[in-house]
């Protein structure tokens, strides 16, 4: 059984996190590309790339050095920088965190599908990230950046 995609938006969650040259840290333009053109042709109304930056902060350094900001404006992808996306409230299906609701980006909200397109590779507390905090960057920085050990950014606008 698989996920229809026709008519979804879809939000590719790359890993963006140092401008080093030469290094394997972020994911790779062409695995975004290659993500991108897999869906757009099978019905995807649209396809958006969003990343909270979190070593970082400049999302427009990150996507410059990596050569993505090219590789996006050529197949007119948009970039929502998820660090300074407005955010809502979301509501939590449990209250294991002792809260109804989380701020979220409105961005990754108004997703139908938020698909992880992440390098594989080590880390220093846990070995090797494969899923473990992949999706941290979707968490607003601008909100938890406390929690994201990263420095503050202007806080977004809240929408209700």
């Known amino acids: 059984m698989g996920f229809d995609v026709l008519e979804c938006r879809v939000l590719l969650k790359p890993n963006l996190v140092e ?12 695995a975004l590309i290659g993500a991108a053109e897999a869906f757009l042709p099978v019905g995807a109304r649209e396809v958006v790339v969003g990343e909270g ?13 990596s050569g993505l900001s090219d590789c996006l404006r050529e197949l007119r992808i948009p970039f929502v920088d998820l ?9 939590l299906r449990s209250r294991f965190m002792g ?4 701020l979220l980006s409105v961005d990754v909200l108004r997703s139908d599908l ?13 070995g090797m990230t ?22 503050r950014v202007d806080r977004p606008v809240p929408i209700r």
């Open 53 to 65: 930056p979190g070593h970082q902060r400049g999302a427009e350094c990150l996507l410059t050095a």
């Open 83 to 91: 660090n300074k996306d407005a955010v809502r409230p979301a509501s």
């Open 19 to 30: 401008s080093e040259p030469g290094t394997m840290i972020d994911t790779h333009p062409a």
């Open 99 to 102: 809260r109804d609701a989380r």
């Open 114 to 126: 938020v698909v992880s397109v992440a390098r594989l590779r080590t880390h220093h507390w846990t």
């Open 130 to 151: 494969a899923s473990v905090k992949k999706l941290f960057g979707v968490v607003p920085g601008a909100v938890y950046y406390s929690a994201r050990g990263t420095a």
